[in-house]
């Protein structure tokens, strides 16, 4: 699994990523698919989902098109631009997130993914 590729698709989206070596993110891929309703809130999508796990090496800044696990709302998160928590150009989620992966296409079209839009994480082809 480490570098195990998805595909996360929130209509029209549709891109893959590739999940690290975190436990978060075995988790996640042995848990897929897994489906949520996505929260927007700035320039990230967020969405809980059924993992419970304790945060690994978790960063108050992330960089543009990471993805992320956010302990206290048990979120999977996507983050394309900045949130109203950024200061400057920096992109930093409500609090701090653990790394589970990076998007492989350009995180700006997540622009087009609207607040309650269904979000299906599944692994790739």
């Given at each position: 699994?480490?570098g195990g590729?998805?595909k996360?698709t929130?209509?029209p989206?549709?891109m893959?990523a ?5 436990k ?6 042995n848990?897929?698919?897994i ?8 320039e990230?999508i ?5 993992i ?18 956010w302990?206290?709302g ?7 631009g ?12 409500y609090?701090?997130v ?8 350009d995180p ?12 299906i994480?599944e692994?790739?082809?």
């Amino acid at each position: 699994m480490p570098g195990g590729k998805i595909k996360i698709t929130a209509s029209p989206v549709s891109m893959e990523a590739e999940l690290n070596e975190t436990k978060i993110a075995q988790l996640i891929w042995n848990s897929l698919p897994i489906n949520g309703k996505a929260n927007t809130w700035g320039e990230e999508i967020f969405f809980g989902i059924a993992i419970k796990s304790e945060e690994e090496n978790p960063q108050e800044v992330v960089q543009l098109g990471d993805l992320g696990y956010w302990v206290p709302g048990t979120a999977f998160c996507i983050f394309f631009g900045k949130t109203p928590s950024s200061r400057g150009d920096e992109i930093r989620p409500y609090s701090p997130v653990t790394i589970i992966g990076k998007l492989l296409g350009d995180p700006k079209e997540f622009l087009k993914v609207k607040d309650g839009t269904r979000v299906i994480i599944e692994k790739a082809e």
